[in-house]
């Protein structure tokens, strides 16, 4: 399995260089660089608004030292990326988005409607019950190590890990 190679959060502002105190307020960002997508963290004060060539970004908090609770997993946040990777052929990709898609249907966020097999390739079927919307997403058969490699990979891209 091909990893991303997503720094952890390094606690400094891409735009000053300052460091980020836990609970500072501040935006992160997946940039595509590459081929890989790369995190980036940014000061509330220092945001311009996303960098060319961002694929995704949000706001938090920096996390405090001793934090052991699991964050918060963001459904919109899964969803935009869920939207975003629709259609991208890489395997990299499709396995990223076919586990944001299963976490979505856990979280009950989306509804399970069918699946599909045309040509060796399973597709589910997943309606969205807020917009009637219908995605399809190839299932790139995962072994269970290999599905819980990608989901950690997803944790740690979105910064829940």
């Not at 589910?124 to 919307?133: K, Q």
């Not at 190590?145 to 997803?154: G, K, L, P, R, T």
């Amino acid at each position: 399995m091909t990893e991303y190679q997503i720094q952890a959060n390094t606690r400094r502002c891409a735009a000053t260089g300052r460091d980020l105190r836990p609970g500072d307020s501040i935006y992160s960002v997946l940039l595509d660089q590459a081929g890989k997508l790369v995190r980036q963290d940014y000061a509330a004060q220092a945001w311009q608004g996303p960098p060319e060539g961002a694929f995704s970004f949000w706001r938090t908090r920096v996390p405090a030292d001793d934090q052991t609770r699991r964050p918060r997993i963001d459904d919109e946040l899964l969803l935009d990326c869920l939207l975003r990777l629709e259609g991208q052929p890489e395997p990299e990709r499709v396995q990223f988005r076919y586990i944001v898609a299963l976490l979505l249907l856990r979280r009950k966020r989306l509804k399970f409607e069918d699946t599909q097999v045309a040509g060796g390739v399973e597709t589910v079927r997943l309606r969205d019950p807020r917009n009637r919307r219908l995605h399809e997403v190839i299932n790139p058969r995962l072994t269970d190590d290999e599905m819980a490699a990608v989901q950690d990979e997803v944790f740690r891209v979105l910064g829940w890990q």
